[in-house]
Each structure stands twice: as C-alpha cells, then as structure tokens.
C-alpha cells in the first residue's frame, strides 16, 4: 500500500466545506425547530467530521485494516451512548416502582 | 544522522509502505481509544441533557457565540495548514513544511488564547462550578452540571491541543535537523492526524455547548 497523496485542491475544498458547513450550523441554530434543532446540529457535526476524516485525515484512501479501526471506534462508541440510553431514557415506562 | 533511506525501512519492517503502514495503523488505534475517553464523557453529557433539557439550554444561552464560531473557524483554518505541511513534507519542502508547522502551531495557540479569554468571562460571569457559582434559575444545580461538562471536556480538549502543539515543535525541530524528505516524512503524517482529531472533537463540542441556547 503505498502512501495516499492528496492533492492541494482537495485540502482547500474541504476546508471551505468545512468553513461553510459551520456557519450553516450556526445560523441553523438560530432557528427553534424543536428536537430538530439537536439532530441538525449532531448531523451537520457529523458531515464535518466525516470531511476531516475522510479528506485531511486520508481515511478514504487508506488500506482497508485502517477503515476498519476507524468503523470499529465509531461504532463501539454509537454502542456505548445508545445502550447507556436505552437504560436511563426507559425508566419510569413501567408502572413498578424502580423499573 | 541516520539517512533518510535506513529511517524509511528500518530492520524490523520488509518495506517502506509496510513501515508507514504499521505507524498509521498505531495512531488510529491510539484515535480510536482517544474516541472512548471522550465518548464516555460526550455520553454522560447525553444523559445529563436528556434528563434536564431545560437547564442545559438555559447554561448554552450563557455561551459567547462569536468566541466559539471564530474559535471553530481558527481550527479549520489550522488543519489546513496542517494538511499544506503533509503536503509539503511529502514532495520533500522542508522551508514549506517549517512554514506551514510554525503556522499550525501559532493559529493554535490563537484557539488556546481565545478559549483562555472565554474561561475569563466564565469566571467572572459566576458561571464556573464550585462555591463561586450563581445562578437564579429554577434550574441552577443541573445549569451548574452544565457548566460541569463544559470546564471538564474543552478543559481536556486544550490540553490536547497543547500536546499537540508539543507534538508540532518536535516535528519542527526534527524539520530543522533536516530529518524529513520524500521518502521519510510518515512521523508529519502521523502527527497530522493527531491535530485533525483535535479538530473533530471540537467540531463536536462547539455543536453540544453553543448552539441549543442560540434559540432560547
């Protein structure tokens, strides 16, 4: 696997991406939509992310065993949040004391 | 001074590729436990703000929104830069590369000054946790656990930054030995991706504390 060269074009393009997916973030949340509002933020910081990852960081153009660490890092952490939420947004559904 | 071949491929390694392979699937690793630390801190956030939406909307209204957009901003700006270093490094540049590390460094010393001035107006805003802490709400003691989260996770994201901007002086000084060239510069790249998962936290953080109280 030889080394992934990536080319200057590509750094400014997501760096404008970058700057412009923050002020979309930003004016968004100006806006009440509610829940919305929460689930844009996360997604839009998500698309960010995933720029920074895949573009500056090369993920996309790296060996396979690299995206399966980056793959297995975000996915134990999606486990961990929705299994600690899965206990803590659930109680109080049923009717016992303590369940 | 070693050669810059012999750095390449040293004994342990049957190729070039295969060492610059190994390095990056380390720091990945390292990423990856980095994403645990602070996924256990970004959970417990999570489980806070479920349970108290109000009071932490009411702690995110008391946030400066220009520090942090222009805060966010000056990271962008310095993973670029530090892409241009890679980049440079790559195609054996050491004057670009020495460059493009002292800007990295100095646009991130920008965020710590920022972030710094921010932590100022916290303190005397009354808004940081302890016994100087004042808040009128009906909702103070989880306003306060608000604050709680913040102090700790962007207090571990610039001390991340400051490892980072050590990490950078090293590669600096190394660039000054004239130890980086085209065929040997996989150390840039791996303290590269360090400085961009800077960034990713932050793009994180800036989402979760500034804006759900643009709204309020």
């Known amino acids: 696997m030889t080394e992934p060269h990536v080319v200057k074009k590509t750094y400014v393009f997501a760096w404008l991406g970058l700057l412009g997916l923050t002020l979309a973030n930003t004016l968004i949340a100006f806006l009440n939509l509610g829940v919305w509002s929460t689930v844009i933020a996360i997604g839009i910081a998500t698309i960010m992310a995933s720029i920074v990852a895949g573009f500056l960081m090369h993920a996309l153009y790296e060996t396979k065993v690299i995206k399966i660490i980056v793959a297995g890092g975000v996915i134990w952490f999606l486990i961990m949040v929705s299994l600690t939420l899965n206990d803590y947004v659930t109680r109080g559904w049923l009717p016992f004391p303590g369940k | ?216």
């Open chain 2, 1 to 216: 001074m070693s050669e810059p071949a012999s750095l390449a491929c040293r004994e342990q390694f049957a190729s070039p590729e295969q060492q610059r392979e190994t390095s990056t699937i380390g720091m990945w690793v390292f990423l990856a436990s980095e994403v645990m630390m602070f996924g256990g801190l970004f959970t417990a956030y999570t489980v806070y703000r479920v349970s108290h939406p109000e009071a932490f909307a009411i702690g995110s209204a008391g946030m400066d929104i220009w520090l942090g957009s222009i805060n966010t901003a000056v990271l962008i700006c310095s993973s670029l830069t530090m892409a241009f270093a890679e980049e440079s490094a790559q195609a054996g540049n050491q004057k670009l590369l020495g460059f493009f590390l002292v800007a990295t460094m100095l646009i991130g010393c920008l965020f710590l000054g920022i972030k710094f001035t921010e932590y100022v107006e916290h303190y005397h805003e009354h808004k940081a946790p302890g016994f100087w802490f004042n808040d009128t709400s009906p909702y103070a003691r989880y306003v306060q656990m608000f604050f709680v989260f913040y102090f700790i996770m962007t207090g571990l994201h610039a001390i991340h930054m400051i490892i980072g901007i050590c990490i950078l002086a090293g590669l600096l000084y190394r660039t000054f030995l004239g130890t980086f060239t085209s065929i040997y510069h996989s150390p840039v790249f791996v303290g590269g991706l360090y400085w961009h998962f800077i960034d990713i936290i932050w793009i994180f953080l800036y989402a979760i504390f500034y804006l759900p109280g643009l709204h309020q």
